[in-house]
């Protein structure tokens, strides 16, 4: 349990006391910043307003792509059980958007009843209407997996004639809700169809601002071979790059995330190593869960600032008695010079300002008479914030890490591959020969003796000058070829016997194969005579 003190003379006598971090947040977000949000009408514009259970929830991960990508399959590849809910096919069988969230029973909770349960956050999707409420449910069932994550099942993205049938509720809109509050958007794409259909174009727009948390899957990639695969990437990373404008290339995963066989084998290695690299990232979300809330409060608290300074602009620059209709005109024709004016005057940062295009759709049907001027003090309550309070919950946030138990998303198809012989990379580097009674070096030995006794061993060792010209022969740099050394000289007398050296050759042979060299010497490694026998 922690606590800090936040003081502000000017409001309070009584130190404020949190013992969490997401108490801390709550409680900041309430008295600081959500009333700059009510007075310049935020959530008119925006963003709903936060509630307690946004703050308390567990780390969501929203699936996004288009049909038939793999997206429900994948769900049930992570937690290997069926939903309620669930369909499965190459058709458009997802037409809801599915919470799987961890309960006590299995069951479906629709979504009128789902909006108006406090403990849930999903309250504010009450604003999307019926028309979405309808194909809105919650799935619930006992599962490990759901104990520290929810998943997000989307309806499959549509492409050609059919994108053109209205869903009857705003789906990018919806899309940008969930974004805003989870803790990763997965993109799902099918090796055979690769296409960006206009939704789905429209759809990663709208999740702009929150490209951190976006990762793209390549799914299904067995059913292609390699040289296929190779262009098939080329042409995915060349189709993002026009739509995520970004200067860094986004992290694509490629493989096969069902438990059926691989129809083409070939790159096994590689889906396994990108499906590890997945899970790790997937994993590591409970742990990094109080950041992610964090700096998301600290993106909307800088966007609530620009907003008060936008809406504070526009009621400065309005007539008092006539002329209101064409000068509200003029202003939202002008919002773009508005902008300018607002970065030069307060240094703000043109990335901070919410899309010029939807600000000026939202502003064509509100009445600026009704706007707030400017309120110093609203605003410099959230500067404090930012300033003093967010970097003191900064400190609380590794406290709180370093103190909890390692936190990591446990159960279905991430403890496939935890230990045992189906590990990543078991058996391999430095790892094989791990289960074999022999010392796996020994069948090399004889080819590394013949060396060996070129090198003038003295007392059967060798000294580290004389090594070095051998292992130097490797071309690996010196940093790598120390720490060979200090794995390979077990007994820590600056000298190699035989067994030694030939251990430095085994690593420096696991090294050029491409794999990572052990932080210890692993216990198979050992040296015959050098192991304790009890």
Not at 319 to 343: A, D, H, R
Request: aromatic share 8%; hydrophobic share 40%; proline share 6%.
């Amino acid at each position: 349990m922690f606590s800090w003190v936040s003081k502000d003379a000017r409001r309070k006598k009584e130190p404020e006391l949190f013992q969490t971090v997401a108490e801390g947040l709550r409680l900041l977000y309430a008295q600081k910043l959500l009333p700059l949000e009510e007075h310049y009408r935020f959530h008119e514009f925006h963003s709903p307003a936060l509630e307690d259970a946004d703050f308390d929830n567990k780390p969501m991960v929203l699936l996004v792509g288009q049909y038939s990508t793999g997206k429900t399959t994948f769900i049930r590849h992570l937690i290997e059980q069926d939903f309620p809910g669930m369909r499965i096919g190459p058709e458009p069988t997802t037409d809801s958007f599915i919470a799987v969230m961890h309960g006590p029973t299995e069951g479906v909770v629709p979504g009128n009843a789902l909006v108006v349960d406090p403990r849930r956050p999903f309250r504010k999707l009450n604003a999307f209407g019926n028309a979405f409420l309808n194909r809105f449910m919650c799935a619930q069932l006992p599962n490990p997996v759901l104990d520290s994550i929810s998943i997000i099942d989307t309806p499959g993205i549509l492409s050609g004639e059919k994108q053109r049938i209205s869903r009857g509720y705003d789906f990018a809109a919806v899309l940008e809700w969930f974004a805003e509050r989870v803790d990763r958007i997965i993109l799902l794409f099918d090796a055979h169809k690769l296409d960006i259909s206009d939704e789905f174009s429209e759809v990663i727009k709208a999740l702009k601002n929150h490209e951190d948390k976006i990762r793209v899957v390549l799914n299904k990639a067995d059913q292609i071979e390699t040289q296929q695969l190779m262009r098939v990437y080329g042409a995915l990373m060349w189709s993002l790059g026009k739509i995520i404008n970004t200067p860094e290339v986004v992290r694509v995963y490629i493989g096969s995330f069902w438990s059926h066989p691989l129809l083409i084998p070939d790159n096994r290695k590689l889906f396994e190593a990108e499906e590890q690299d997945l899970f790790k990232d997937i994993q590591s979300l409970p742990r990094n869960a109080a950041l992610r809330k964090l700096n998301d409060l600290i993106k909307r608290a800088r966007l609530a600032k620009v907003h008060a300074y936008i809406i504070s602009s526009l009621k400065k620059e309005m007539p008092n008695v006539f002329g209101k209709e064409s000068k509200k005109k003029e202003l939202v024709n002008n919002l773009g010079e508005i902008y300018q004016k607002i970065e030069r005057e307060h240094q703000i940062s043109p990335g901070d300002f919410p899309s010029l295009r939807k600000m000026q759709e939202l502003l064509q049907t509100q009445d600026f008479s009704k706007f707030q001027a400017l309120k110093p003090k609203l605003l410099d309550t959230v500067d404090d914030m930012l300033a003093n309070d967010i970097a003191r919950l900064m400190v609380m946030v590794r406290q709180e890490e370093s103190l909890m138990p390692s936190q990591a998303v446990k159960g279905g198809a991430f403890d496939g591959t935890m230990n045992g012989p189906f590990g990543h990379g078991y058996g391999e580097g430095a790892g094989e020969g791990i289960d074999d009674v022999e010392w796996v070096v020994g069948k090399d030995k004889p080819t590394y003796d013949e060396i060996f006794y070129t090198l003038s061993p003295v007392n059967g060792k060798i000294t580290g000058a004389n090594a070095k010209k051998e292992m130097v022969k490797s071309k690996l740099p010196n940093t790598v070829l120390g720490k060979i050394w200090k794995l390979a000289d077990v007994d820590k007398d600056g000298l190699l016997d035989d067994e030694e050296f030939a251990l430095a050759n085994h690593l420096i042979k696991v090294k050029l194969e491409g794999h990572e060299l052990p932080a210890d010497l692993p216990p198979h490694l050992i040296p015959p005579s050098k192991r304790r026998h009890e």
